[in-house]
């Protein structure tokens, strides 16, 4: 592993996507995503994807001409057609306009359609988050999941995340609802490491712990993720987008194709609601870290409390990649 600063990272990131015609202001933000995202050790979805991204940019699959239209709907509802642009711009765009909008109505709601890939769902939260806002996040993907019961992919990890901001601190949840995200599969490729034998299964649908070897991954939770997977397609492919799970362009397939995923966003402005609500949720959140824990050497941590230590910790001592990732970002 070689550790790289904050800074050194997102100019380089900023380099490449700008030699692959990326303008400044998307390479900035897009850059600004996938360091958030390695910052807090979240490399599935951090510079390790920056080389999958330039790809289909040359390919034609991520459109850099896409104006992210905004279709007002209601007061509160609006639609965003991505047309194939960035996911990161997208999304980006469509926090502004449901933050700015639930500032107004105290509630804001828009679905993003002809989307492309978005990093972490959470970096949009933490946007909501130090505005005072609550919300909710969920996108689809294409197929990687099998069906409860199934043998072969139907469903993406299909991702929900959350914000929750308090006085001092916030709830901060973002996770597959796969067993794991398909990109920490990537990221044990690459380190050539083993990975827990529930994880995913090979093409037969036998479960294996060679990264190398899983086809397919499982839903989290057996029934009960797969019930969560099929309410975030309903929210998206099938509410907003109209395309959904095996007919949606796969990310590491038919490049030149724009990839059609939706997504689903909530914004509230919690003080419609409670005067005191930052003073409510850090009680709660003190309450949580106030029970016992198994371990007492292990205190109870808080949804995304872990990143952010992850993040003050790479902020002072630098940001940990891989060999092949550095040498993507830096060398090559």
């Not at 060679?210 to 397919?216: F, L």
Request: charged share 25%; net charge neutral; proline share 4%.
């Amino acid at each position: 592993m070689i550790n790289v600063s904050f800074e050194e990272l997102k100019d380089a990131v900023i380099n490449k996507l700008r030699l692959a015609d990326v303008s400044e202001y998307e390479a900035e933000i897009v850059a600004d995503v996938l360091c958030y995202a390695d910052v807090r050790g979240i490399h599935s979805h951090g510079a390790l994807r920056l080389e999958h991204y330039i790809k289909r940019i040359k390919a034609g699959g991520i459109n850099l001409k896409s104006n992210f239209n905004i279709e007002a709907k209601k007061p509160s509802f609006a639609l965003m057609d991505a047309d194939g642009g960035s996911g990161h711009i997208a999304m980006k765009k469509a926090t502004d306009w449901a933050i700015e909008t639930a500032d107004k109505q105290g509630i804001a709601v828009i679905g993003i359609k002809n989307n492309s890939h978005c990093g972490a769902l959470s970096y949009y939260n933490k946007m909501a988050i130090d505005k005072k806002k609550v919300s909710l996040i969920m996108a689809n993907t294409d197929p990687g999941v099998i069906p409860y019961g199934g043998k072969r992919a139907f469903f993406g990890t299909n991702p929900i995340s959350y914000g929750f901001p308090a006085k001092n601190d916030f709830l901060l949840g973002d996770m597959a609802t796969s067993e794991v995200a398909l990109g920490r599969i990537f990221t044990a490729r690459d380190n050539n490491e083993k990975v827990p034998i529930n994880w995913g299964v090979d093409e037969n649908g036998n479960s294996t712990d060679d990264p190398k070897k899983i086809k397919y991954v499982i839903p989290f939770g057996g029934a009960k993720g797969y019930v969560i997977m099929t309410m975030i397609e309903a929210f998206t492919g099938l509410l907003i987008g109209n395309v959904y799970c095996n007919n949606l362009v796969k990310m590491y397939g038919d490049m030149d194709k724009k990839r059609n995923l939706s997504t689903f966003m909530l914004v509230v402005d919690p003080f419609v609601y409670n005067e005191d609500y930052l003073d409510t949720v850090q009680s709660f959140i003190d309450d949580i870290r106030k029970e016992p824990s198994l371990d007492e050497n292990k205190p109870i941590t808080i949804p995304g409390e872990r990143k952010e230590a992850c993040y003050r910790d790479y902020l002072k001592n630098g940001i940990s990649l891989s060999e092949k990732v550095y040498k993507y970002v830096f060398e090559d």
